[in-house]
Every structure is written in C-alpha cells, then in structure tokens.
C-alpha cells in the first residue's frame, strides 16, 4: 500500500498536473492534504478522489522552537516577508503597498527574506517606485535567521495571489511561524488562508490584488500597539491548537 501528500503547485498548476492523478487517488490507501480547500480542490477537479480517502492534516510548527516572543518588536513599523521570489507570493504588492504608506508619510521599512526568479524585477520595481533605501532583500536565509527576522518584525506580510497557470500558495508555513512567534499577520484572501487566519481576531485578511487594502490593513496594524498584542496572543492560542507539529505528526503516524 502506499499513501501521498498534495500540497499546492502539485495539485494547481494546470501544466504540471499529474496525468496518473486519477489512478493515484483511485488506489492509494490514503492521501493527506493541508487545508479543506484543497480536499474541495481535488474532488472538484479529479475523478477518483473519494472524500473519506482524504484527511486533511494542516501544515504545522515546532511551537517550542517558534516561541511566543518575550518582547513585542526592536524595529518600529517593520514589516516582515518571507518566501520564494516569484509570482505567486505577491512581493510586488507589498513593494506598492509600502509606497503608498511612505507617499502618505508613514515611516515603514520593509525586508523580504528569500530568493527567486523574481529578485530583478522587484529591486527595480522598489527603485522605480522610490523606496529601494526602505525595502531590504535579505536572500536565502538559514532556519535560526527567519526565526530571528520574525522576531524583529511589527508585521508579517504576504500578500499571496493565484497565477495564471492556477498556482498559488495553499497555507504558506511562514505565516503560521509567525502566529506562533506572535507576530501580527497579514495575507490575500486566497485558498487556505482563511483557514488559517481568522480576520479580524488573529490577524488581517485582503482581498487578493488589492494594494489600497493592502496599505490600509498594515497601517492599522503598524499604528495599534494594542492591536498587534490581541492578535499576537490569540494567533499564539490558535498555533496551539492547530498547527501544533507534536499533535499533527502523530495523525499522520496513526
């Protein structure tokens, strides 16, 4: 017997599809995915699946490695990003987002932590629209050094979309990282996010592509000290719940 995961361009992307989908959910003994939305995906778009077959398993953290942070920030109005340089993660949003805040003078700055295919057209894009000297790209970064640029963060953002090809993020693991660090969140209302985040209780959730709402949602956040707080422990709470990997590793095992 054997079982397989579906995590998200493996399931979405209309080109790299598996033709022996159909037969793979036929026979495996099981298959676990990370969110409702996905098991919804797969039965919507593969003949085969059966619901009973799937278990939905959610992506999940060492809570005691990603602690709930002593202190709140040592950066004022930083925002954090963190992922893969390409299309679907939506940095290009957050860069115009950030401008807009700067043209209203908010004094934001900005580190995106990773690299891609992308990294040209965003370090142009951020001089182009005048804030290269407020948004840092941090490329690849070990494990310990994201743990310790979530620390540094006011905000998490990322801005996730879906891309013409149908790839886009399903729960991107960074944001429960930092749920658990007790950093506030903010990302696009797609796939499993909602899931993930609950708007307006544990962090802020826009609409994909909207760069206004974008703008305002991290301008409510970086100007709410008490806001950021609440959201920070109920994301804590929620980490604790959900996304817990002791928990969530030992039902993949059973």
Known sequence: PFSFTAHAIDIFDHGLRDRLMTTKLATARFIVTVCEFNKRFILDNYRGASAEKIHVINNCVDLDYFSFRASEISRENHVVSVGRLAPKKGFDLLIA???????????????????????????????????????????????????????????????????????????????????????????????????VIDHGENGLIVEPEDTVALADALKELLSSPELRTRFARAARAKAEQRFSLKTNVGRVRD
Do not use: N, W, Y
């Not at 891309?163 to 796939?191: C, F, H, K, N, Y």
């Open 97 to 195: 987002a950030c401008a807009r805040l700067r043209q209203s003078r908010v004094d934001v700055s900005c580190t995106i932590v990773g690299d891609g295919p992308e990294l040209a057209r965003l370090s142009k894009q951020a001089r182009d629209v005048g804030v290269a000297e407020h948004v840092t790209f941090a490329g690849v970064r070990s494990h310990e050094e994201v743990r310790e640029f979530l620390h540094e963060a006011t905000v998490l953002c990322l801005p996730c979309r879906r891309t013409p090809s149908g790839d886009q993020d399903a729960v991107p693991l960074v944001l429960i990282e930092a749920m658990a660090s007790g950093v506030p969140v903010i990302s696009a209302r797609i796939a499993g996010v909602p899931e």
